[in-house]
């Protein structure tokens, strides 16, 4: 079968200097992937080089047909916009020619309701604008869902919500994921794929093989790995409740 | 004497003036738009010393500037502000110095509402309705846009097209309202009526509607007042806008 995802070493530069060099690997239909890695490793600059928004050398081959649905980590968004999910949606669907009963099956799915989506974004909590994001992403019935720290702006008790919600769709719908995350408990739970990186492809594969004690030395420097390990939330709180900058 | 003519005119130039605002800001492109008219002067300048028609020059320079800024926007460092600020006052400037007549520069800056041609009804009207239709064509790619450039990407849409699209649209509405308003105040009837908009409302409907409503009551009530008291009919417009935002300041958001 042919797999749905394969990247042969490739290499991103801003200005001259690499920002990611030397990456490959390869995903099958429906697997979960998670790409784990310190900040400033490169994460993001390789989901923007998966979805073609960035150049780059080597070569990145999606299955044909792919659909490709995004969530990025947040929106630069004015706080005061009067826009809400409601709108998000009609633009999406009417742009892709869909039903109306589309927009309300991914509102299901996500577990969102009318008062959410007639909300300004702006005005909406981490979690529900989360969500919306999500359900923008499943207009149109992806087959790849593509995820930037889906939990870098929710409470505690919001990521597990979140995190089910990525496992259901991979598992109720067949959905090819990749989830950058910093939660290695996330990645032991619900990833059958593992990539970390440090501007350089560090390990990949599956998860109990791929993260040996000396490929998180690799990434996260000596004995740092544990205090991620443990305390893999301290880095996500930084921009609580809200996804929205001024 | 305003003639039923200019008076339609005014209402189609204000109603588009008041939705491409409404975009504007939204887009949090408002200065960059500000900017992108005064580039006209220099235009003005020279339809003045080449005898051409004043939406000749101004168009051609607007144009130019248009794909200036387009460029600029691409890249997101302080460069590109510093660089729209240096296009903003070297237009003004050199327009000053093309335009050599007092009387003529004070037109070109402030606009008028006197001695409408035909050619400029039908301009200005093709004009206005072109833009009011775009935009309502555009409208879902640019609400995605405007949201998130990223999301609009990974759904598939040329977001540097939209951008371009929506610049030269900016551009059409700025010639559309510059005959009333000149070079230097066109922009505030772009701008004001969609501030005024954003503190009275909250859904998207009622935000752009609102927008386009206040623009026009501005153009119309402006231009009375302005004909009735011998007043300038830009800077009372401006000004009759400016009212309606401080009114607006009244009103507390939910």
Redesign the interface.
């Known amino acids: 079968m042919q797999p749905a995802l394969t990247v042969l070493n490739i290499e991103v530069s801003f200005d001259g200097k690499n920002v990611l060099e030397d990456v490959s690997m390869e995903l099958g239909a429906g697997e979960s992937l998670a790409v784990i890695g310190p900040n400033g490793a490169g994460k993001t600059v390789f989901l923007r080089a998966l ?1 073609g ?1 960035i150049p780059y050398r080597g070569t990145i081959t999606w299955a044909p047909k792919t659909r ?3 969530v ?1 980590q947040k ?4 706080r ?5 999910f409601k ?2 949606f ?3 669907a ?3 020619k869909l039903p109306a009963a589309d927009i309300e099956e991914v509102i299901e799915i996500v577990g969102l309701n009318n008062n959410i989506i ?1 909300t ?2 702006g005005h909406l909590s981490g979690g529900e604008f989360q969500r919306g ?1 999500i359900a ?2 499943l207009l ?1 019935k992806p087959s790849v869902l593509i995820f930037d720290e889906p939990t870098a702006s929710i409470d505690v008790a919001g990521e597990e919500q979140i995190y089910d919600l990525i496992h259901r769709l991979q598992d109720a719908q067949g959905i090819t994921t990749i989830v950058v995350s910093h939660d290695l408990s996330f990645v032991y739970q619900y990833a059958t794929k593992v990539l970390c990186l440090n501007r350089a492809g560090v390990c990949f594969g599956e998860p109990d093989i791929a993260l040996t004690p000396e490929a998180l030395e690799k990434l996260y420097g000596p004995h740092k790995y544990f205090h991620y390990f443990n305390d893999s939330h301290s880095d996500d709180h930084r921009t609580k409740n809200h996804d929205i900058q001024q | 004497m305003a003639s039923s003519y200019s008076i339609i005119l005014a209402i189609l130039a204000a109603a588009a003036a008041g939705l491409v605002g409404a975009f504007a800001l ?1 887009k ?1 492109t408002i200065l960059a738009g500000d900017v992108m008219s005064h580039i006209a002067i220099p235009g003005l300048g020279l339809a003045l010393l080449f005898a051409w028609d004043p939406l000749v020059g101004g168009g051609l320079t607007l144009f130019l500037g248009i794909l200036i800024i387009w460029q600029l926007q691409k890249k997101t460092e302080l460069s590109a502000e510093a660089a729209i600020g240096v296009i903003f006052a070297s237009s003004v400037a050199l327009g000053a110095l093309l335009i050599h007549s007092d009387e003529a520069l004070v037109d070109a800056l402030f606009g008028g509402f006197k001695n409408l041609t035909p050619a400029e009804f039908a301009f200005g009207a093709g004009a206005s309705i072109l833009i009011i239709v775009a935009l309502w064509l555009l ?3 640019l ?2 846009s ?3 450039p ?2 609009a ?5 040329n977001v540097d097209r939209i951008n371009l699209w929506y610049l030269l649209l900016f551009g059409l509405a700025i010639l559309a309202n510059l005959r009333f308003l000149g070079a230097l105040l066109v922009g505030s009837l772009i701008i004001i009526p969609a501030a005024v908009s ?1 503190q009275l ?4 409907g009622t ?1 752009l509607t609102t927008s386009v409503i206040v623009s026009v009551l501005s153009m119309l009530i402006g231009t009375f007042i302005a004909m009735h008291y011998n007043l300038d009919t830009g800077a009372t417009v401006v000004v009759t806008a400016a009212a309606f935002f401080v009114l607006s300041l009244f009103k507390k958001k939910r």
């Open positions: 979805l928004m490709i649905g995004y990025p929106i630069d968004a004015d005061h916009l009067p826009v809400n709108n998000l009609a633009a999406k009417s742009i892709l007639t300004s974004v994001l923008f992403a149109g | 939204m949090r409208r879902n790619k609400i995605i405007l949201f998130s990223e999301l990407i990974s759904s598939g849409i954003r409302t909250h859904s998207l935000f």
